[in-house]
Structures are given as structure tokens and as C-alpha cells.
């Protein structure tokens, strides 16, 4: 991750995962309505010739590269190690990148074992899916809070308000233990739109802190002895000003977020939301229930009709 293409890269893939299930969370709310709505934590492609489970695949190849990425490919020596078996100091923080990429792998991987054997009566597939998506963000947020390269200037900042998205992941996944699986429409949504900010926000992490046209007055680019680039301001009002402007980017991409949330709510409402019609029972035309009403009153007159002939003929019986 400590490059333009290391935050990019993951960005577009967590923008990528999160509208999709924003879409589908969105889908089975329009065509099932609120009582009967159930979220997933993994949705199927169930569209054209697309393979059922390509989230799945998708997730898996995508962190896997990443993993291949920070451990092999961005070493001078492409390798991890050092001469000695040691880990260099400058690769510090590829080592601890790297666990975030493993747990959603896993993830990826148990949710495909079990959705092969989901013909078998396991108990609680959803719940074991929600622990370990819950332990993926639990994982992410853990790294990063505790990341061991100096976080304190302008990055720290960029850092800090990354964990305040990916502690709402983890918290709207939690809030779906022992509801069922990943729990109410309102949770869900949430936590997918908070995958998606997250996938924003990495992306602008990656041009921030590595473009020098997008550095803020006052501050530049600096490269450490170890390799690492960071961010440098001449002074405390420097700083202080690019701190401000971290924030009032991060203010700005959530108010277009949640604007887009609405927007595309409303436009899923319209698109999905005429189909359900479908599902309910179609009433009858003006004729056919004038028809029936009819019937209904030539029944009523023979059922009066025989009535009264019974009521007659026992009273002759009685004489």
C-alpha cells in the first residue's frame, strides 16, 4: 500500500464490491419488500454466462495479487527476506499490509466452501460468515491504528479518518450477530455504502500522498532513509492548514456519498420497484366482477328457493 498504485488499486476494488451489494441490498428491497427482505454478505451473479460466484473470485484473485504485490513484486530483491531471514525495516510495512489482504481472502474462500456445500443442513452458515467478515475489518482497523511508520503529520490524518470508515464496517457487521445473518436492510446498507467509502477514500489516499501536484501549500514530498515517502510542512501553521483541507475533503466526499446513496435509492425504487406488482394477486376487471356479483345473487335466490320448498313439504309431514 505505501505507493500511488498500492491505495489505488484496493480503492477501485472496495468502490467495486461495495456497488454491488449496494445495488443488490437495494434489488431484494424493491422486489421483497421491507418484511420480507434477508441480506447477504456475498451476492451470486446470476446474470448471462457470468460464473455464480464471481464476488468471490474476484475478491480472492484481487487480494491475492495485492499479497503478491507487497511481498514479491515491490522489493528491490522480490522477495520479502533478507539475506540473514530477517525482515528489513523498510518492508515493515508490507508485512503488516499483508495480513489485511489474507483475512478477506479467507473470507472469500470459507464463503465459497460453504456455498458449495449448501445443500448439506449446516447450522449458522450466515452467522460463520458474519464472524469472519467481522474479523476481516476488526483485522484492518487493528493494522492500521497500530501501522508502524509515523503517522502523525498529514498521512496520520489521511489514516486516522480511514479508521473512522472502516470502524463503521466493522460495527454495522457486528450489529448483525444473531439476527439472521447479516441483519436488517438499514445495517446492511450501511455497511456497504462504508466499503464503498473506504474504496474512495484509499483512492484519494494514493494521488494525495504521492502526487506532488495535489501536496498542500506550504508542504512537500520527502523521501526517508529507509525509502518511505512522506509528507513534510515548513511549520505548525503549514501543517495545520493541510490537516484542515484532509478534513474538509473527507467532509465533502461524505455529503456527494450520501447524496448518491439517496439518488440511487430512488432510482432502484423506480427501476425494481413496478415489478414486485408481479408478485400480487391481479384484480378482476369491472365486467368479470359484475359477472361474479350476479352469480352470486342467482345462487343466493335458488339457495332461498330450496329453502323454502324444504321448510314447505316438512310442514305438510307434520299435519
Known sequence: MG??????????????????????????????GPSSYKSRLWFPSNQGRLPRRLELYLIITGFTLSVTMELFINPAKHQPLDSDGTIPSDHLHNFEHSPIYLTFIIFALFALILDKWASRPLPAQDDILLILAGFCFAQELLMFHLHSIDHMGVEG????????????????????FGRGGAGSFVVAFVRSLSIVFQGVWF???????????????????????????????????????????????????????????????????????????KYSVLSLSTNEQEEEDEEEVEDDVEAHKKINNLAGTQGFVDI
Open 3 to 32: 505507493s500511488l498504485i498500492g491505495h489505488v488499486a484496493p480503492g477501485f476494488g472496495f468502490i467495486l464490491i461495495g456497488l454491488w451489494h449496494m445495488y443488490n441490498h437495494l434489488r431484494l428491497l424493491a422486489l421483497k
Open 157 to 176: 490524518q489521511y489514516h486516522w479518518l480511514l479508521q473512522l470508515v472502516v470502524f463503521v464496517s466493522l460495527v454495522t457487521t457486528i450489529l448483525g
Open 203 to 277: 483512492v484519494i489516499m494514493g494521488f494525495a500522498l504521492w502526487t506532488p501536484g495535489f501536496i498542500a501549500k506550504g508542504c512537500s514530498i520527502h523521501v526517508e532513509d529507509n525509502g518511505h515517502k512522506e509528507i513534510r510542512c515548513e511549520g505548525e501553521e503549514s501543517l495545520n492548514r493541510a490537516k484542515a483541507l484532509v478534513n474538509i475533503l473527507f467532509s465533502w466526499n461524505l455529503i456527494l456519498l450520501v447524496v448518491f446513496a439517496a439518488s440511487f435509492y430512488m432510482f432502484m425504487m423506480i427501476v425494481f420497484g413496478n415489478r414486485s406488482v
